[in-house]
């Protein structure tokens, strides 16, 4: 059974850092890319970040230099350190695993993690 569970969201203050993981289990993990999508309320889900299993990465400009993602792939473990964090990035942030390339395009993702919700307040 495919699973991948985030953890790390919360509450933190408009400056603050946070860090995500998401580990997955249930398939084999370097055959897929990973990456870190987020919805906020009546928003779509957006792609923020991705890797591949070689480690080439992808960013949105919205979190480009704010946001870094990284993976331990001994560990199956996917994370995202975000650092100056803003209002606007309040949302609810997903995991996903999807075709070994770039870019990570929602609707080619295989499989989806339950969520972590982020809120920064200002």
């Known amino acids: 059974q495919v699973q991948l569970v985030e953890s790390g969201g919360g509450s933190v203050q408009a400056g603050g850092s946070l860090r995500l993981s998401c580990v997955a289990s249930?398939?084999?993990?370097?055959?897929?890319?990973m990456g870190w999508f987020r919805q906020a309320p009546g928003k779509e889900r957006d792609r923020i970040a991705a890797?591949?299993?070689?480690?080439?990465?992808s960013y949105a400009d919205s979190v480009k230099g704010r946001f870094t993602i990284s993976q331990d792939n001994a560990k199956n473990t996917l994370y995202l350190q975000m650092s100056s964090l803003k209002p606007d990035d309040t949302a609810m942030y997903y995991c996903?695993?999807?075709?070994?390339?770039?870019?990570?395009?929602?609707?080619?993702?295989?499989?989806w993690g339950q969520g972590t919700q982020v809120t920064v307040s200002s």
């Open positions: 249930g398939y084999t993990y370097s055959k897929y890319s």
């Open positions: 890797i591949t299993s070689d480690g080439s990465t």
């Open positions: 996903a695993a999807g075709p070994p390339w770039l870019p990570l395009l929602r609707g080619y993702v295989n499989y």
